[in-house]
């Protein structure tokens, strides 16, 4: 029940911050903070998948809802969701995986994790990108956002 306690709390902050700090913050084109990916990076390795889809498809449609995208938060983190079993098993290894505990820089390596995260954020950055323009006339600017 405790742990159930500290990731919903989680959950609300993630949105909460997304929504009324970076989301308020006009860098420019180029730079999206999507903060709220933390959920997404960070949940117990032994998390069932189902369980990871369902909370990430959650979380994209708060995000959608608070921001006025129709499914584009949605689809982007539950696709990068669907990728982060693959690509923790590919960077950290399948023993510290049946280990447990939570994906860290302390507990997989500094450089690992960062390819791990690296990846995942581009996963979702590609997707979200494309989902947000759906043509391929701005091919290019979108590459460039992303």
Aim: glycine share 8%; aromatic share 14%.
């Amino acid at each position: 029940m405790h742990k159930f306690i500290q990731y919903a709390l989680l959950f609300i902050g993630v949105i909460a911050v997304q929504i009324f700090l970076f989301a308020n913050l006009q860098w420019n084109l180029y730079v999206h903070p999507f903060v709220y990916l933390a959920f997404v990076l960070l949940p117990p390795l032994q998390m069932p998948g189902y369980l990871m889809l369902l909370l990430s498809a959650g979380l994209g449609f708060a995000m959608d809802l608070l921001s006025g995208t129709p499914g584009v938060h949605t689809i982007a983190t539950t696709g990068a969701a669907f990728c982060r079993p693959t690509l923790l098993r590919l960077f950290a290894g399948k023993e510290l995986i049946s280990d447990g505990g939570i994906p860290n820089a302390a507990r997989i390596g500094k450089g690992k994790f960062f390819r791990y995260a690296l990846v995942l954020i581009t996963i979702h950055a590609v997707v979200f990108f494309v989902m947000e323009t759906l043509t391929t006339v701005g091919i290019l600017f979108t590459a460039l956002r992303t």
